[in-house]
């Protein structure tokens, strides 16, 4: 048997005879394998442990836009169409109007048809500002952004208020338009609800963290 085979732990000598002393001083031991089986992560002696993902900081699963937002918004939008019918039908015949705002002020204040015809235009370009102020509302809330929400239901429940004020109330504004009101108040309650349940909330959170971590 050769000087270098067997347990002796034998190393060359200085004149390549076997020697029985320890392995040189530059020779470093490789570090020891890891045993099979042994959890990912371990460390070996001495090393720190591999780095691993924080618990419970992976992304949530993918949501797509729920029914309750999109019956939500398109209850707001049938509302903004049935009030914009509703205009159309009351600005029809302006002189009509005209001949109602001059009996109604006569006996209050003195009105000209012309000051009564400003005020009806100016009304008018002012609600148009409202509903393209609605719209955009509508938009931003259907893209997800919690803010249009909230100003979808302050502006519901100032209309729900407006309306319920309005028929009990007893104004006279014939059967057509009146129909027109109880179903304008009936989808603006529906989208308030729908844009309140616990589905679309939890899509708007979704929709909050997209863009907060720069994914949406």
């Known amino acids: 048997m050769t000087s270098g085979q067997g347990g002796g732990g034998q190393y060359p000598g200085p004149e390549g005879q076997p020697g029985q002393g320890g392995p040189p001083q530059d020779w470093n031991a490789p570090p020891p394998q890891q045993p099979y089986g042994q959890p990912y992560g371990q460390p070996y002696p001495?090393?720190?442990?591999?780095?691993?993902?924080?618990?419970?900081?992976?992304?949530?699963?993918?949501?797509?836009?729920?029914?309750?937002?999109?019956?939500?918004?398109?209850?707001?939008?049938?509302?903004?169409?049935?009030?914009?019918?509703?205009?159309?039908?009351?600005?029809?015949?302006?002189?009509?109007?005209?001949?109602?705002?001059?009996?109604?002020?006569?006996?209050?204040i003195e009105l000209t048809?012309?000051?009564?015809?400003?005020?009806?235009?100016?009304?008018?370009?002012?609600?148009?500002?409202?509903?393209?102020?609605q719209l955009l509302f509508m938009w931003f809330a259907w893209k997800g952004h919690n803010w249009a929400r909230i100003v979808l239901w302050v502006i519901g429940g100032l209309s729900v208020l407006s309306g319920l004020a309005g028929l009990s109330t007893g104004t006279a504004l014939g059967g057509f338009l009146t129909s027109l009101s109880v179903f304008q108040l009936l989808l603006t309650i529906a989208g308030i609800v729908l844009l309140a349940l616990k589905p679309s909330s939890e899509w708007y959170r979704y929709r909050s963290w997209q863009r907060a971590t720069g994914q949406g």
């Open 46 to 108: 001495g090393y720190a442990p591999a780095p691993s993902a924080p618990a419970g900081q992976g992304a949530p699963p993918a949501m797509e836009r729920p029914t309750t937002v999109r019956a939500g918004i398109g209850a707001f939008l049938a509302t903004l169409i049935l009030g914009l019918v509703g205009s159309i039908v009351t600005f029809a015949d302006i002189d009509d109007l005209v001949t109602q705002e001059l009996a109604r002020s006569g006996a209050e």
């Open 113 to 133: 048809d012309d000051v009564i015809r400003s005020a009806i235009l100016i009304g008018a370009v002012i609600s148009l500002i409202f509903v393209a102020l």
